[in-house]
């Protein structure tokens, strides 16, 4: 089964609770605690530079990216920096992590960011096979 729904965490009516569960799964050495998520979790909604959006399948979260952008002047303009992006294990390989990534560069093209930028050494494979490299220009 694939991904059936994307959405921006902001332009839908969205608590914070469900997330959290997703967000612990992330592999951090500093898990965050119940203050700090709920303190971060509100900046990003409220910060027109962050993005937040959220996977479902059948009514249960599979998958979150976040991120943000902000000016550059490496790439001559903005850039939309992906924070996190995670896919319950059991459903990578389905479609999850390409779609949040689409709906990601859809934001920044929309955005006018200049370049996409992430940092990872474990995912790179899953990078590659979306066309990334050592950067990624919008046209």
Same mark, same amino acid.
Do not use: I
């Given at each position: 089964?694939?991904?059936r729904t994307v959405r921006n965490c902001k332009s839908s009516r969205f608590g914070k609770a469900p997330l959290l569960e997703l967000v612990r799964l992330f592999p951090t050495p500093t898990?965050?605690?119940?203050?700090?998520?709920?303190n971060a979790f509100r900046t990003k909604l409220s910060d027109a530079a962050s993005f937040? *959006?959220? $996977? /479902?399948?059948?009514?249960k979260l599979i998958g979150y990216i976040c991120g943000y952008c902000h000016a550059t002047f490496y790439a001559?303009?903005?850039?939309?920096?992906?924070?996190?992006i995670l896919v319950n294990s059991d459903r990578r390989g389905h479609g999850v992590g390409r779609a949040?990534?689409?709906?990601?560069? *859809?934001? $920044? /093209?929309?955005?006018?960011r200049?370049?996409?930028s992430l940092a990872t050494a474990g995912a790179?494979?899953?990078?590659?096979?979306?066309?990334?490299?050592?950067?990624?220009?919008?046209?």
């Open positions: 089964m694939f991904c898990p965050p605690g119940d203050v700090a998520y709920a937040l *959006a959220v $996977a /479902e399948e059948d009514g001559g303009g903005n850039t939309a920096w992906v924070d996190e949040l990534m689409a709906a990601f560069e *859809a934001w $920044a /093209e929309l955005n006018s200049s370049l996409v790179s494979g899953f990078y590659e096979q979306l066309g990334y490299g050592t950067n990624r220009l919008f046209s």
